[in-house]
């Protein structure tokens, strides 16, 4: 009779494991699935854009400017050889590889327990998904990809060859010590990291076999970059311009500074001396099963001390990921958690699955309100002024218009900061891309200059100049926009066209399933016998997403019509819809109800009366027109 007790409850006590499993793995690929569309960095963007171009036939580092490890554009460059993609469609690899490390620490070798490795994966989930993100720890990043190479070399191969009397399986060996020689392709800066782990980690008589992966790891690296740039770029832009003139900038040209951030880093705020007491701790635990001196647990503190000297943030996102896996050392040797603790254990597994469900309302609107807009008013002119072929210029730090555009850049600098005008004036190595060259030459029909004060003390006088005595000569600047247009463009598209009356805006009647909304041509557009290829239309959504569809209907001359449907959560409030259209002469057209409701085209009214629908033309012979009086993005 007991025995038969003891084995229900053994099956019951199976099965809750398996059921929260399966609810891990349930939240877990849900939030990140969430995570694909919170937010947007310049420097992912950077990261895409240079997969894009390297993809497109352009050398790294030769003809693409980037100070990043070559390494970090291979899942990029992966990525965009079956097509184009955005900043969602890039994150996937980032998703995988932290779920790749949420199992590297499920089946470390330090947890024996089954309820042991579920409570402490489900921990390391929280972090890595609800906090980290915080420091943009979800994004395709040289720093995130490092941090979660990290975890799996730390879980699976240092910590366990330091605790662990049994000698690390051949198959452990290898990964770790392949992943240790990638992290210095990501950034030279790792190579402190790198190396004091790499000897931290060696056991005896495994020294030459250990070698031997690590070398071969930095060689397939080496082979991937001359694969798809110049090593000689790379030594010029990675080495000699971080090391030599980026510090210039910073203020980081010597070791002590490096160190004094180090350490304000790790004692930043009560989060941050958090951290460090915690890794400390576990420093401390992991030295108590050396003998004698305490040299591996000590190389490992270095390293992890390593990883502060860029500073807080982002930059300490390998930092933070390691952190993940320090406290495996607390329960090395412990197969079942103690009844005493099992309240504790399940209490904090309610916790963790309650953030990673999102059942609290601020946590799910964290996620909403930092949802990333994939189109941009700049993007969306860019598409509407140039053809797909075109090359666009987003200056100084705008990576993410070329991605909303779908348009690569007219010039290797596809951002430009002080540091790349200083490179300019002092090339090495025979590597050297100009950008105000490469500008003069192509002449971008559309370029974005924002006139960025890089670190709020370097004005774009001091290192757009050229740049910008090109654009004011040949380029006319939008109204109220960093946007400048080629000035062979149709200079009636910027407004020249305008009747020189005063014109006011007004939204025209709301749509509704009974109302339409009617397209009023401009009289020089009915005139023309010019046929239309595209047309933007200016919306006002009065600060709501619309749900539904409706169709926008044109009505050619020969009486034939033209009908496009379109999303109403697509719209922009205020802003401008791109209508790709059948080539024709167009007089007249609406906008009906599909099924959607709520939104109103602008109006451009002159006092006389009279009123004409805010449209931007295009057509078939290149020539831009739009409605006076209206807006222009």
């Not at 932290?98 to 994966?121: D, N």
């Amino acid at each position: 009779m007991v025995e038969k007790i003891s084995l229900k409850q053994w099956r019951l006590r199976d099965l809750g494991k398996a059921g929260l499993l399966l609810l891990l793995i349930f939240l877990v690929v849900r939030y990140q699935i969430k995570l694909l569309g919170f937010g947007e960095w310049g420097d992912e963007s950077e990261t895409i854009v240079a997969a894009k171009m390297i993809v497109s036939g352009q050398s790294l580092y030769r003809e693409i400017f980037n100070h990043h490890g070559p390494l970090t554009f291979l899942p990029g460059v992966v990525l965009e050889l079956f097509g184009s993609f955005g900043v969602t469609g890039h994150r996937v690899s980032i998703a995988f590889l932290q779920i790749l490390a949420l199992v590297s620490l499920y089946y470390s070798p330090l947890l024996k327990g089954s309820l042991i490795r579920i409570v402490y994966t489900v921990g390391a989930a929280t972090i890595m998904l609800v906090y980290l993100p915080d420091n943009f720890g979800h994004m395709y990043k040289y720093q995130v990809l490092a941090g979660l190479f990290l975890v799996v070399v730390l879980s699976q191969y240092t910590l366990p060859a330091i605790l662990d009397p049994v000698p690390i399986p051949f198959g452990r060996q290898i990964i770790g010590n392949l992943l240790l020689s990638c992290i210095v392709f990501f950034s030279i800066s790792y190579l402190p990291v790198v190396l004091l782990l790499f000897f931290a980690s060696l056991q005896k008589n495994k020294i030459r076999i250990v070698t031997i992966i690590f070398v071969t790891g930095g060689l397939l690296n080496l082979i991937f970059l001359i694969l798809i740039g110049s090593v000689a770029g790379y030594l010029a832009f990675h080495l000699y311009l971080n090391f030599t003139i980026l510090p210039k900038f910073t203020g980081t040209e010597n070791l002590w500074v490096l160190i004094g951030i180090a350490f304000s880093t790790a004692t930043k705020n009560l989060a941050y001396f958090t951290y460090l007491l915690i890794g400390l701790a576990a420093i401390l635990k992991l030295a108590s099963f050396e003998s004698n001196i305490p040299w591996r647990s000590s190389l490992v503190a270095l390293a992890l001390g390593s990883l502060l000297i860029r500073g807080p943030e982002y930059h300490a996102l390998p930092y933070l990921y390691a952190l993940t896996s320090l406290p495996l050392v607390f329960l090395y040797g412990k197969k079942v958690i103690q009844t005493k603790w099992v309240p504790a254990a399940l209490s904090f597994l309610l916790v963790c699955f309650i953030k990673l469900s999102l059942l609290i309302p601020a946590d799910a609107q964290k996620l909403m309100s930092g949802k990333r807009f994939e189109k941009t008013e700049f993007g969306q002119l860019a598409k509407f002024l140039t053809d797909e072929n075109d090359l666009i210029i987003a200056y100084s730090f705008r990576s993410f218009s070329y991605i909303a555009a779908n348009r690569l850049p007219a010039s290797g600098n596809y951002f430009y900061l002080p540091w790349q005008e200083e490179y300019k004036n002092n090339p090495v190595l025979g590597i050297e891309i100009d950008a105000c060259k490469d500008i003069k030459s192509y002449r971008p029909k559309l370029m974005a200059l924002d006139k960025w004060k890089v670190l709020d003390r370097y004005s774009w006088a001091s290192y757009g100049t050229c740049i910008q005595d090109f654009a004011d000569q040949n380029y006319t600047q939008f109204p109220a926009r960093p946007y400048y247009i080629r000035n062979d463009l149709a200079p009636e598209f910027l407004g020249l066209d305008a009747d020189g009356l005063p014109k006011t805006l007004r939204p025209s009647v709301g749509l509704t399933p009974k109302n339409s909304i009617q397209i009023l041509f401009t009289p020089k557009h009915l005139k023309s016998n010019n046929q239309l290829t595209k047309i933007g239309i200016m919306f006002a959504t009065y600060l709501k997403t619309n749900q539904g569809e409706a169709e926008l209907q044109l009505i050619n001359k020969d009486g034939s019509t033209s009908k496009i449907k379109f999303s109403l959560p697509a719209l922009v409030d205020n802003g401008y819809f791109y209508f790709d259209v059948k080539n024709g002469q167009y007089t007249t057209g609406q906008i009906i109800s599909l099924s959607g409701e709520g939104i109103s085209t602008w109006e451009s009214a002159g006092k006389a009366g009279g009123a004409t629908t805010c449209v931007m033309y295009q057509y078939q012979d290149g020539t831009l027109k739009h409605t006076p009086g209206c807006t222009i993005p």
